[in-house]
């Protein structure tokens, strides 16, 4: 007996087409893309983990970045306040070659180009803001720029800094002091230069030609304050370097903690492309079938076996 009606089959067939055509879709979105989904409602239960797993991630990577950043900035600061040591070393040396040859000529121009190395350390600027005046980053710290400058007027009317200690947060429970500030780096070498510079003013000074056994004893006396001022001076060098090492540090382990988050980001989001290959190839071939299936079901149709054989007698 011939069969009546098709349509159920017919929606059988179209069904299977358009869940083959949806299957193919998603193996070719996922081989093109490399990832199982393009939404969160793809990955289903696993959406939550992932949104908390990208929080986590784009955190991680906002603290790296701003490692990096103050990276550069120490090892600029380092430069600085090793000019500001510097200083103090070359001062020392200018005065013991000054004694040692019982003659001082030259010292005040050798001390005074001293100074002026050290109040550009201490002017040192980062991105276009001063380094050493706290958070007044816009506001040169030091003013003076001869050594007269010390003796007209107190030694803390040359800085303009404020007493904000620059932190700086590397991650969520770390923060770095990173910031010095240009009077308490700069106070104990300026009043050194500032008594120099005094002593050079009659009736004392000037400090030209042979010196007198009084001002061998005074230089004497500076060399040992300047070799004190040095060693806080290298202290605080160091203190920069210990930042630069946390900073370094903790760059490292943000850096692996950013590589096990995309390790494990990647494990929810990436596609296993062998799969979605076999996919894609099972989707045609349900494609394939259920074409063929509907061509026969079209060609079965009751149109067909009602189809007139002649005319109307």
């Known amino acids: 007996m011939d069969r009546i009606a098709t349509n159920s089959a017919y929606n059988a067939v179209l069904s299977n087409i358009m869940n083959a055509e949806i299957a193919q879709s998603n193996a070719g979105n996922q081989i093109s893309s490399t990832e199982k989904a393009t939404d969160l409602k793809g990955y289903g239960t696993g959406a939550e983990s992932l949104t908390a797993m990208q929080a986590t991630s784009t955190q991680v990577t906002g603290y790296l970045n701003n490692t990096q950043l103050i990276s550069a900035k120490l090892s600029t600061q380092d430069s600085a306040l090793s000019q500001v040591s510097g200083a103090a070393d070359s001062a020392v040396a200018s005065i013991t070659q000054a004694i040692a040859v019982g003659n001082s000529t030259g010292l005040m121009q050798q001390l005074q180009n001293a ?7 201490l002017n040192t600027t980062y991105n276009g803001e001063y380094l050493f005046s706290g958070g007044q980053v816009n506001t040169q710290p030091v003013s003076a720029t001869q ?78 304050t300047l070799n004190t ?85």
Request: hydrophobic share 40%.
């Open 115 to 121: 100074f002026g190395s050290a109040v550009e350390g």
């Open 147 to 224: 050594l007269s400058d010390l003796t007209a007027q107190p030694v803390a009317s040359s800085f303009h800094n404020d007493q904000r200690q620059i932190t700086t947060q590397v991650d969520a429970n770390t923060t770095v002091a990173t910031g010095f500030l240009a009077d308490k780096v700069g106070t104990p070498l300026f009043n050194a230069f500032q008594a120099i510079e005094a002593y050079n003013q009659p009736p004392t000074g000037p400090l030209t030609g042979q010196l007198t056994t009084t001002q061998q004893a005074f230089l004497t006396q500076q060399i040992a």
């Open 229 to 313: 001022v040095q060693a806080g001076l290298n202290t605080v060098v160091g203190q920069n370097g210990q930042a630069q090492d946390q900073v370094t540090n903790m760059q490292s382990d943000l850096t692996s903690r950013q590589t096990m988050l995309a390790g494990l980001i990647g494990n929810v989001t990436q596609a296993d492309l062998a799969q979605a290959d076999a996919n894609l190839q099972q989707a045609q071939l349900s494609i394939q079938a259920a074409g063929q299936v509907f061509q026969a079901l079209n060609a079965s149709s009751l149109l067909n076996t009602l189809a007139p054989s002649g005319g109307i007698a």
